[in-house]
């Protein structure tokens, strides 16, 4: 898993039931512009992310709908799953002496 | 719509720009208006660094899009390629074998990777030479 999809995964799970559109998650996850949509065409097509156009009057809002993306259960445990493994040391650097250690 | 400041002429030229790479109609649709709805309400210099990183990862867009293919396309377009071994492919080494089509008429053909033999009523080989 890519460092940008990481991050994209963190902001999600930081409140997985909140609905995010891609220049929020983009921002929040300190990622350039671009970057987030193929991400979330691609965790969209693997079934962890739902998403929807928001639902709103464009006349009373003064711009068009955006389309608003969350995790999905099964999503969010995958995606837990998925970052516990990628932030998981290496077995070398597990059994790598540590700085200040004998 | 008033009061929300819209993408300007160059903004909304490099979102057509940048969903043109896009190979389905529905997609082209659908990030044209999510791109454009999240250009609302920005500066246009903000609009136009967006705009720059939506056109920098028009392919990737591209690529995602296509490695995600939707079920209904899944189950209605089945893979029509034949898998070539590298025997057939690059040596041209075939294991031709005798078939009969619908109507009686029999021709060779390689059990690997279908190529016909030009030859119906010649020798046939197990693993002749193509």
């Known amino acids: 898993m890519t460092i940008p999809t990481q991050l994209v995964l963190e902001v999600l799970l930081a409140e997985p039931e909140r609905e995010r559109y891609g220049l929020e998650i983009g921002d929040a996850a300190e990622l ?9 065409v691609r965790l969209e097509g693997v079934g962890w992310l739902q998403s929807r156009w928001e639902d709103i009057d464009p006349r009373a809002e003064g711009r068009p709908p955006r389309r608003y993306y969350r995790l999905t259960a099964d999503g969010a445990r995958a ?19 540590q700085l200040g250690e004998t | 719509m008033t009061g929300v400041r819209g993408p300007i002429p160059g903004a909304r030229f490099g979102v057509a720009l940048a969903v043109r790479t896009l190979p389905r109609r529905a997609d082209r649709q659908r990030f044209s208006a999510e791109y454009m709805a999240e250009l609302y309400g920005q500066p246009p210099g903000a609009q136009i660094r967006q705009v720059t990183g939506f056109l920098s990862k028009a392919f990737a867009l591209r690529a995602a899009l296509g490695a995600a293919p939707s079920p209904l396309e899944g189950s209605a377009m089945p893979t029509t390629s034949v898998p070539h071994r590298f025997r057939c492919r690059v040596l041209r080494h075939h294991h031709y ?24 009523r010649g020798p046939i080989v197990p693993f002749g030479m193509g």
């Open chain 1, 32 to 40: 350039r512009s671009g970057t987030v949509h193929p991400i979330l």
């Open chain 2, 97 to 120: 074998r005798v078939y009969s089509t619908g109507d009686g008429n029999r021709y060779r053909a390689c059990a690997f990777c279908g190529h016909e033999s030009p030859g119906i």
């Open chain 1, 79 to 97: 995606a837990q799953a998925a970052l516990a493994r990628a932030h998981r040391p290496s077995l070398a650097r597990r059994l790598r002496p």
